[in-house]
């Protein structure tokens, strides 16, 4: 009887483990996946959420400008914003665990002049990932996720293009 017991504990904290960490880790967003409710607010002072995601081609970018691969992609990410801003396409940039003071003095550095979300924590972020940034996901206009690119490898410019160029030509 005591055998009994101890294994019933045993697969009960298993079970409670795997039920803790599915919790805390955050989504994992794929390609075909709709984008999940979330609404930040921007630099600018815009509102970009889901909801006013639909009905445009969409870029959202999760960065941090201490990440050296977020330094290598966000100059490629604001030539981007320069070539498809004016053809309609709406940018997200979101950091992850980073103040206003740190991006804004990182962008006045950078010449870098793209409207961003400033967030302190990880909720914005865990709807869309576990771990990892450069995140960046390309969505259409039905609000579903067409293309994501990570740190492996960083994406050129010429790849974003194409991508960009697949949902809106």
Do not use: H
Not at 27 to 37: F, N
Not at 45 to 74: A, H, N, R, Y
Not at 103 to 128: G, V
């Amino acid at each position: 009887m005591r055998r009994l017991s101890l294994i019933f504990l045993l697969i009960s904290a298993l079970l409670m483990v795997s039920c803790i960490k599915d919790d805390v880790r955050g989504a994992d967003l794929k390609v075909g996946d709709s984008l999940p409710d979330f609404e930040v607010v921007m630099s600018d002072g815009t509102t970009v959420s889901d909801d006013s995601l639909k009905g445009s081609v969409s870029v959202i970018v999760f960065f941090s400008t201490i990440c050296p691969d977020c330094q290598q992609v966000l100059p490629v990410i604001q030539r981007i914003y320069d070539k498809y801003a004016s053809e309609g396409v709406v940018f997200a940039l979101i950091s992850r665990e980073q103040d206003e003071r740190d991006i804004s003095t990182y962008w006045a550095d950078n010449a870098l002049y793209m409207p961003y979300s400033a967030q302190q924590d990880r909720r914005i972020y865990e709807k869309f990932a576990k771990a990892g940034i450069p995140r960046i996901y390309i969505n259409d206009k039905d609000g579903t996720i067409r293309y994501i690119y990570t740190d492996d490898p960083v994406p050129s410019y010429s790849e974003l293009c194409s991508s960009l160029d697949a949902l809106i030509r």
